[in-house]
């Protein structure tokens, strides 16, 4: 019999675009080839208002890659609305949480998985939330001895509550990172809230910004380098994809530039010295097991080819699968084509969660 997948897409997030466009890209590789006969796929989409929605609107929302319209004056939702209908999801075998971003790719929704004692594909809670917010993730790579830029962590409170602290926060920036620097929201993805700061002016904007996002917010040093990736497949022996490279014209890789087809360019495998790739597959796999991530991982670096200077940016435990998406190019490079990719993920899950599974 065939082995239904819950595939989880959507959220309550800024990311919410991208999760349904990932979504279509593994619902499709879930109805090709071998794995047609051997997957059934019931989409359960998360609307912006945190409404679980499965059946014929979750079906649509996939079809048409747009998200669910909410009807205007509907009554306000309940915590009761939100909750998933347990009927329509009784006969999932294992859920592929495809979500993108806070609620989603931070520990919450495998929280609730596992409560409810069901299989998943991907991170745990703990890799789920470690590797979402960057202050922690960042903290946790320090400590496993992986280089990184230098950064600041600051909350929504020294941005907002006061206004004679909002200065001498500023200040304290200048001081210790300079210009530029990027600020960025702690629990987010896809570049949603960040921005490359040049002055005081934009400093200021780039931080209010971020907290409109996050309590927690986090400024790095400015580095120019070649931007390298590295994908991560498996549970307890991960193995590391050939790198990638992104190329783009814009100042920084930005959304736009993330998801409009053609604004970057991608090359894979990355052109670097052997021993510099090696490096940067070991690095990939240290920062994989430090955050304890699971299955899935795509571990983002800064390459400063002048000085042979490799530095972690960050790690995503559910990165895109878009059509623009690094994560799937990368295996298919390395000769695991997409729909082996998304089969192996499914087994990965099922591994996984026999034994992760707590002794009552
Ligand atoms: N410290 C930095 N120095 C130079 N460029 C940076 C720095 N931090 C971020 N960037 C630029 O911003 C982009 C997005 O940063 P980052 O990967 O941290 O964000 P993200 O929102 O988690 O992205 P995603 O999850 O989609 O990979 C980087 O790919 C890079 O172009
Ligand atoms: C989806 C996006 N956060 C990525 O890492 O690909
Ligand atoms: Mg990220
Ligand atoms: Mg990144």
């Not at 409810?116 to 745990?124: E, F, H, N, S």
């Not at 955050?291 to 790690?315: C, K, P, Q, W």
Request: proline share 6%; charged share 20%.
């Amino acid at each position: 019999m065939a082995i239904t997948v819950g595939l989880l897409f959507g959220g309550c997030s800024g990311e919410h675009e991208v999760s349904i466009r990932s979504a279509q890209a593994i619902a499709r590789a879930l109805a090709s080839g071998g794995n047609a006969q051997k997957y059934t796929v019931l989409p359960v989409y998360i609307r912006k208002d945190g409404v679980w929605l499965a059946g014929p609107t979750a079906e649509s929302v996939l079809t048409a890659g747009v998200p669910h319209q909410e009807i205007p004056n509907a009554p306000a939702v309940t915590a009761r609305d939100r909750l998933p209908q347990f009927d329509q999801i009784a006969d999932i075998d294992i859920w592929f949480p495809v979500l993108h971003g806070p609620n989603g790719e931070d520990g919450t929704v495998q929280g609730l998985l596992t409560l409810m004692q069901q299989p998943y594909v991907g991170a745990g809670v703990l890799g789920s939330a470690v590797g979402m917010d960057k202050i922690a993730m960042k903290m946790t790579f320090a400590q496993a001895g992986l280089p990184q830029v230098k950064y600041l962590a600051v909350s929504r409170a020294e941005v907002w509550s006061n206004p004679c602290v909002f200065p001498k926060l500023c200040d304290r920036i200048e001081t210790e990172l300079g210009y530029p620097c990027f600020v960025k929201p702690a629990n987010l993805g896809s570049s949603v809230g960040i921005a490359k700061a040049t002055s005081r002016k934009e400093l200021e904007a780039a931080l209010d910004n971020a907290a409109s996002y996050d309590r927690r917010i986090i400024v790095e040093t400015g580095v120019v380098a070649r931007e390298v990736e590295c994908a991560v497949l498996g549970n307890d022996n991960p193995r590391a994809s050939v790198l990638g490279e992104i190329t783009f014209q814009s100042d920084f890789y930005d959304y736009e530039t993330k998801y409009t087809s053609g604004q970057s360019q991608h090359t894979i495998p990355a052109q670097v010295p052997d021993d510099v790739a090696r490096r940067i597959q070991e690095m990939a796999i240290t920062a994989f097991q430090a955050v304890d991530a699971a299955g899935i991982s795509r571990v983002d670096f800064f390459y400063v080819e002048a000085t042979g200077e490799v530095l972690i940016n960050e790690i995503n435990t559910l990165p895109g699968f878009t059509a623009t998406s690094m994560y799937p190019m990368m295996w298919e490079a390395s000769g695991v084509s997409f729909e082996e990719l998304v089969d192996t993920l499914i087994q990965l899950g099922f591994e996984r969660s026999s034994t992760a599974a707590p002794k009552a």
